[in-house]
Each structure stands twice: as structure tokens, then as C-alpha cells.
């Protein structure tokens, strides 16, 4: 009884959650693959053809001939869509490297801060990404806004004359991603510089190093594990995201996850709104399997 | 050891001033006697007390904190047997996929998370609603608890589990009685994690839910798109509120369990 019910176990424990991801995570990717490739109608669900196990293996198999790359063909000549991808990716590098650029230091404080105050520090990281994201992007809206209140005060400081416009451009856009996802690079670089051997920077010191030197041959290099998996954390997301573009953006400001968005929200336009998520995830799956792979072998490491 | 310098600490003031002010703002501004939100005209509570006769938004409050407890004890669950399969199998078919599917959640852009759930939803024809919600929300907060119990699950010493099998436990008791105990505050703030990422989601839900289950941001980012107002700051000030008690209370029982471990492994080793 007992080894029976300890290979059953063994087995739950694997199959339960393996099972949940692969219904309703894995299987719906191949669902978007095969609407994108059908025609829109005017029904429910919007879409032609429609399998149904009614028609049995030949129906199946005659309705397959339906399938066609129309909505593909549609995405490439149009040049909305295609401008929406390059300037999603454009707006995901700058804000990463953004992100990158102010994290940093954060990060390399935390980490020389005194052992006392570093459980603070990290809580006072953490603390922000449990609060809605929504939130977040919302309280920039009065912050930038032309009467709002960074100009209120560059005006009372004297450092302009007139107001900023900042929000509804992509600067506004910058500073939303920057903000949100700042956590996100913070804390891989943070853990890594905080497993670092500090001996390995004295003993740079010591041969006659420059600190700035030691930090750029030693310490740098050192943390790059942590750079790597923060920025990843920072672009993939980005790329597709809604909620920052639609918020501060502007209405001249493409980024695909809006269009897509709107292609399904607005224009009801289901088989080419899967057929933008089918690429979007395509041009994703790289830098995915990068940050799955490096995640992997850092939980490895623990061991 | 090299010293804390005034550069590292003004950039750790720089930043928790980048990360603070915009939050400390609004939640100022939900108490501004003005409709504006940008011009300061007294102290008030009104909007608070505006919200409590919006009776819609009371029952969007409502849907997501039911979606929300739900959704987050189930994903503790699964998320918890995932990390187990994760740490304690390293060796079984289709491992990597396995992973590739507890990792790639986590950054997966949510236009693409609910677009392609909802077409399962449609594809199997369940109506979309409470449930559909609720089940898209356990699917992408259980990797969240998975990484979180994962870490925790890496530096435990096995060998308390291996004397109680010797000693004839089944691996079910060994599991309820040995590991759940030790892993239990990484198990609790997963749960902690899942309900406030359930709590703040939009983007999945709008795609996945359907009639008679608007949620509470659903209900925020509508109002948002109209223009900002005092409401949306004192509603937006609430959910802070909640969200940071529950970190604070998260935090406070984690320390003390890991106070209370570190004794009982001092206690144990005295014996």
C-alpha cells in the first residue's frame, strides 16, 4: 500500500499542474495559430470555418482546405502593423536600457548598504510591484499632464516659462515603463551584486586598481547574470504592452499590444487580432527561452 | 569592507523618491476637498464617502475580491505540487517544457495571456463570467507561487524528509508533516502574491471575463479613460491600503516563523 500510494503520489504531483498548464496555457497558443489562419464572419464565435466533431474526420479534414494566410498577408502589406511592431520594439530597447541606466545604481546601494538596513531596502522594492500596475500608470496622469504637477512646479521653480507637454507623447511612455517595471530589473541585479565576493574588488584595489577601474573589470562583469535576467524581465513585457501606451500615450503612438487590443476590443476583428499575437509571439519566443534557460540554471545554482 | 559611500546612498534616495512620490501623491489628492486633482483646495473625505453610495463599483469590489480568494488558494495549490515537481524531480519527460511553461507566464505579455485563453474559453464553449475569470487568474498567479515556493523548496535540507520516511512515514505524511511546515511562509506569501496579482489585473480580465463580472480595475480603467478624478484616487487609495497591510502582515509572519524555525532547529540540535 505504502510504495503504491507513494508512486501515486509522485505521479499527482507532477501531472496536476503539468495537466493545468498545458489546458489552459499551452493548448490556447495553438488555438490563436488556428483562428489566425481562418476568415472573419459575422457570428459567434466571429470566425469561418468552425470545427465541430459532428462533421466527423472527413468534415475535419475538408474544413482544414478552408485555412489560409489571408490575415497574414493583410498584417504584411499593411504598414500600420508593421510600424506598430518596429516602433513597440524601438519603445521596449529604450526603456529597457532606461531602466538598465537607473536600476544600476539602486541596486549597487542596496547592496553596500549596512546588513541592518538591507531588509528594509528590499522590502521598500518589493512593495511597489504588489500595487496595481493600473495604479501606477494612473498617478503619472496628474503628475504630467500640462496643468499638472511637475509643471506646477518647474513653473514655481522658474526653470520654464511655459508648461511642458508630456503627456500623450512617447516621453510620457518612457517614464511609465521606466517606473513600472524599475522593480523588475532592481532585483536580479541587486541579488546578484549581493552574492558577489567583495574580497575579489579589494583584492583589485590592492593591485592598483582605480575603483572606478575595479568596478568596471571586477564588479561589473560579476553582476551580469543579474543584468541579463532584469533586462529581459523589463523588454519582453514591454513589447506587448497595454496599459502604459493607452494611458500616457498619444493617439500617434503605435505599440502593437493597443492594436491589438483595438483589433479585437474595437473592430471585433478576431482572426487578425490572432494573427498579431501569433507574431508578437514569434518575435518574443527568442528572448523567452533566453530568460527561461538563464532562470533555470540560476535556480539550478542553488542546489 | 568597502564603505557606503554619499554617492550610493543619494542614488538610493534618488530612487525610492522615483518610486514613493507618484503613490504618495495620489493617495494626498483622494483627500482634496477640489474635484481637481491637481490643485490643492483643503482636506476632505467626501470622495470616500461618495464611493460608499457607488453601488456599482461596490459590486465590481465584490467580484474581485471573490475572484480573488478563489483564484489565489487554488493557484497556492498547484503552483506549491509545481515547485515540488520542479525541485524534487529533476528528471522526467517533457521536464523542459515543464519549466518552459511555469517561466514563460511571468513575462508573457498580457494581451497574449487573455487573447489566447479567451479563444480556449470560446473554442470549448464556456461562457465567459465569473468562472472563466477566475480559472484564467489561478492559470497565470500559480507560476508566480511556483517560483516563489521554488525558492524556498532549494535550500531546505532534505534530510529531515528522508529520516521521516525511515522512520515509516508515507510520503503523503512526510509531505503534511515535515515539508509543508518548514516551506509554509513561502508558501503563505505566495498566496499573498496571487491574490494581490488577481486583485490588480486588467488586461486578462477584460479579455476573459464576460457580462456580470466586471472587477474592480475593469471598473477604474473605465472611469480613467473618462478623466482623472478624487474618486478614482480615494478607490485607488483603498486597494494601496489593503495591498500594503497584507505585505506588512506577510512579512511580519514570515519573520517570526523563521525566528520561530531557527529555535526549534537550535532546540532540536541541543537535544
Known sequence: MSKFGSAIFNRLVIIIPYAWLTIFFLAPFFIVLRISLSETAIAMPPYLPVFNLVDGVSGIVDKLGELSVANYVFLAGDALYTNAYISSLKIAVISTIATLLIAYPIAYGMAKAPNMVRPTLLMLVILPFWTSFLIRVYAWIAILKPEGLLNQLLLTLGVIDEPLIILNTNWAIYIGIVYSYLPFMVLPIYSSLEKMDHSLTEAALDLGCTPIRAFWRVTFPLSMPGVIAGCMLVFIPAVGEFVIPDLLGGSETLMIGKTLWNEFNANRDWPVSAAVATILLLILVVPIMFFQHAQAKADGEGK | ?271
Not at chain 2, 505566495?190 to 488586461?203: N, Q
Not at chain 2, 478624487?230 to 505585505?247: K, Y
Open chain 2, 1 to 271: 569592507m568597502v564603505k557606503w559611500s554619499r554617492f550610493n546612498i543619494a542614488s538610493i534616495v534618488f530612487g525610492f523618491a522615483f518610486l514613493y512620490l507618484p503613490i504618495v501623491l495620489l493617495v494626498i489628492f483622494s483627500f482634496n476637498e477640489s474635484k481637481l486633482v491637481t490643485v490643492w483646495a483643503g482636506f476632505s473625505t467626501k470622495w470616500y464617502v461618495q464611493l460608499l453610495h457607488n453601488q456599482a463599483l461596490l459590486d465590481a469590489a465584490w467580484v474581485t475580491v471573490r475572484v480573488g480568494l478563489i483564484s489565489a488558494t487554488v493557484a497556492t495549490v498547484l503552483g506549491t505540487l509545481a515547485a515540488l515537481a520542479m525541485t524534487r524531480y529533476t528528471r522526467f519527460r517533457g521536464r523542459m517544457l515543464f519549466s518552459g511553461m511555469i517561466y514563460a507566464p511571468l513575462v508573457m505579455p498580457e494581451v497574449i495571456t487573455g487573447l489566447s485563453m479567451l479563444l480556449l474559453f470560446v473554442a470549448i464553449g464556456l461562457d465567459r463570467g465569473f468562472w472563466t475569470l477566475t480559472l484564467a487568474h489561478i492559470t497565470f498567479t500559480m507560476c508566480f507561487v511556483a517560483v516563489v515556493v521554488q525558492s524556498r523548496l532549494l535550500s531546505f535540507d532534505r534530510s529531515i524528509e528522508e529520516a521521516a520516511m525511515d522512520l515509516g512515514a508515507t510520503p503523503v505524511a512526510t509531505f503534511l508533516q515535515v515539508t509543508l511546515p518548514v516551506i509554509a511562509p513561502a508558501v503563505f506569501s505566495g498566496w499573498v502574491l496571487a491574490f494581490t496579482l488577481s486583485l490588480d489585473d486588467l488586461v486578462i480580465s477584460n479579455f476573459t471575463s464576460g457580462p456580470g463580472a466586471t472587477t474592480l480595475p475593469m471598473k477604474i480603467y473605465s472611469q480613467v479613460r473618462l478623466g482623472v478624478t478624487p474618486e478614482i484616487n480615494a478607490v485607488c487609495t483603498i486597494l494601496i491600503g489593503i495591498v500594503a497591510m497584507g505585505v506588512l502582515i506577510a512579512s511580519v509572519v514570515s519573520r517570526r516563523r523563521e525566528i520561530q524555525r531557527v529555535r526549534d532547529e537550535q532546540a532540536a540540535f541541543a537535544l
